[in-house]
């Protein structure tokens, strides 16, 4: 694998960040790897992972330092998703979706709100995205939570669905529509909600193709009672705070494909050097090198284009909408790729759950579905170029 890493074209990391990611290999390596088929098979949380990435205080690396974070670098925060996804990709959601949850609060929330809600997240919390609903999926437009303010408080009313880590969250940030506005976009406003509201509940917890340790969940909010100090940028401002965190959440899910992709992607090369055909081994046959051939050189364009992306918004750059479709779109698709041609490369082993490509192959499926679509991004990308 040493040619395949050459050319993993990675940021140079200082110091400090080197040694972090070589801890977070190493617990990937011993901790993370070694558990992911069991807990695929019990569907059961995995709190043990949560635990260890919590060792590593891996939470604070995307937090402020005012606010208990060390705020490192995106790059960093891209490659650790990437690394605990190739180990555990149902952990990799789970901790990346963090991130996607509170990020809103980092770039929008107000001193006060900050200082109230990062602490604990830096310290170990899990957050929530709430976004879809059964009507308002890669559109979010079409959402009906309402939220009516009256007094010192909102009224949260609705549901959603599809929620990553929504039964386990310590804050969920939850968008919905101003009650008083009559703008389907224009109303769309955000808020955080904080585990034990009353009136919070999770309807249930879905049971998954893939990444099964990761909660997915339906929640309802009966006539929720949130604090007006949760609210962030006011009514209506949920649109603008919604579109700068997909363009955070997107490159992220692209590491997680990649993560996968990568696995898959050792996987198939560690087997077909050993399984022997013919009297040769199977990595001799022209045909397999072709598809090695194309399956490392996509990976290693996409990571680069990964990494590109990863520096643009370390940068500053926020008009990224474009490049983070492209990025999540491609990665998506190239997991999926990989992991569907690592299992044919297996044989019939490949369909066997004794081989980790079975589990690959579900769990990159979902990185098309989730944070739009990829016909969506599609769409996206197409209509970028129309003149206006």
């Given at each position: 694998?040493?040619?395949?890493h050459?050319?993993?074209?990675?940021?140079?990391?200082?110091?400090?960040?080197?040694?972090?990611?070589?801890?977070?290999?190493?617990?990937?390596?011993?901790?993370?790897?070694?558990?992911?088929?069991a807990?695929?098979?019990?569907?059961?949380?995995?709190?043990?992972?949560?635990?260890?990435i919590?060792?590593?205080?891996?939470?604070?690396?995307?937090?402020?330092?005012?606010y208990?974070?060390?705020?490192?670098?995106?790059a960093?925060?891209?490659?650790?998703?990437?690394?605990?996804?190739?180990?555990?990709?149902?952990?990799?959601?789970?901790?990346?979706?963090?991130?996607?949850?509170?990020?809103?609060?980092?770039?929008?929330?107000?001193?006060?709100?900050?200082?109230?809600?990062?602490?604990?997240i830096?310290?170990?919390?899990?957050?929530?995205?709430?976004?879809?609903?059964?009507?308002?999926?890669?559109?979010?437009?079409?959402?009906?939570?309402?939220?009516?303010?009256?007094?010192?408080?909102?009224?949260?009313?609705g549901?959603?669905?599809?929620?990553?880590?929504?039964?386990?969250?310590?804050?969920?940030?939850?968008?919905?529509?101003?009650?008083?506005?009559?703008?389907?976009?224009?109303?769309?406003?955000?808020?955080?909600?904080?585990?034990g509201?009353?009136?919070?509940?999770?309807?249930?917890?879905?049971?998954?193709?893939?990444?099964?340790?990761?909660?997915?969940?339906?929640?309802?909010?009966?006539?929720?009672?949130?604090?007006?100090?949760?609210?962030?940028?006011?009514?209506?401002?949920?649109?603008?705070?919604?579109?700068a965190?997909?363009?955070?959440?997107?490159?992220?899910?692209?590491?997680?494909?990649?993560?996968?992709?990568?696995?898959?992607?050792?996987?198939?090369?560690?087997y077909?050097?050993?399984?022997?055909?013919?009297?040769?081994?199977?990595?001799?046959?022209?045909?397999?090198?072709?598809?090695?051939?194309?399956?490392?050189?996509?990976l290693?364009?996409?990571?680069?284009?990964?990494?590109?992306?990863?520096?643009?918004?370390?940068?500053?750059?926020?008009d990224?909408?474009?490049?983070?479709?492209?990025?999540?779109?491609?990665?998506?698709?190239?997991?999926?790729?990989?992991?569907?041609?690592?299992?044919?490369?297996?044989?019939?082993?490949?369909?066997?759950?004794?081989?980790?490509?079975?589990?690959?192959?579900?769990?990159?499926?979902?990185?098309?579905?989730?944070?739009?679509?990829?016909?969506?991004?599609?769409?996206?990308?197409?209509?970028?170029?129309?003149?206006?």
């Amino acid at each position: 694998m040493n040619v395949f890493h050459r050319l993993d074209a990675m940021p140079p990391f200082d110091d400090e960040e080197s040694l972090l990611l070589d801890a977070v290999r190493a617990m990937c390596r011993d901790r993370i790897a070694p558990r992911a088929g069991a807990y695929d098979r019990s569907a059961e949380f995995p709190w043990d992972n949560v635990r260890d990435i919590n060792e590593l205080a891996l939470n604070s690396l995307f937090i402020p330092e005012d606010y208990g974070g060390v705020g490192l670098s995106y790059a960093v925060y891209l490659e650790c998703v990437r690394e605990i996804s190739k180990a555990c990709a149902a952990t990799g959601i789970i901790w990346s979706t963090t991130f996607h949850g509170i990020k809103p609060v980092i770039d929008f929330g107000s001193e006060e709100q900050k200082r109230r809600l990062l602490p604990g997240i830096a310290e170990g919390g899990l957050a929530a995205l709430c976004i879809t609903e059964p009507s308002a999926g890669s559109d979010a437009t079409g959402m009906t939570t309402t939220f009516t303010p009256d007094g010192d408080d909102i009224v949260v009313s609705g549901g959603k669905t599809f929620i990553t880590n929504g039964d386990v969250a310590d804050v969920l940030l939850v968008f919905g529509k101003w009650s008083e506005i009559d703008d389907d976009r224009g109303s769309i406003s955000v808020l955080a909600m904080e585990k034990g509201t009353d009136g919070l509940n999770v309807l249930r917890r879905e049971e998954k193709m893939g990444v099964r340790a990761s909660s997915t969940a339906t929640l309802s909010f009966d006539g929720c009672r949130v604090p007006r100090a949760n609210l962030l940028g006011g009514p209506g401002a949920g649109l603008k705070i919604l579109f700068a965190a997909l363009n955070k959440s997107r490159p992220s899910v692209a590491a997680q494909a990649l993560g996968i992709a990568r696995a898959a992607f050792e996987d198939a090369v560690g087997y077909i050097n050993t399984r022997r055909q013919s009297g040769r081994s199977i990595i001799e046959f022209q045909g397999i090198q072709f598809m090695l051939a194309d399956m490392a050189t996509d990976l290693a364009m996409c990571e680069n284009w990964l990494w590109r992306v990863a520096g643009m918004i370390d940068g500053g750059e926020t008009d990224v909408g474009i490049e983070a479709s492209m990025l999540k779109m491609r990665a998506s698709d190239l997991a999926m790729r990989i992991a569907t041609d690592a299992v044919q490369l297996h044989g019939g082993y490949g369909y066997c759950a004794d081989y980790r490509v079975e589990r690959l192959m579900r769990d990159a499926k979902i990185c098309q579905i989730w944070e739009g679509t990829n016909q969506v991004h599609r769409q996206l990308i197409g209509r970028s170029f129309i003149e206006r």
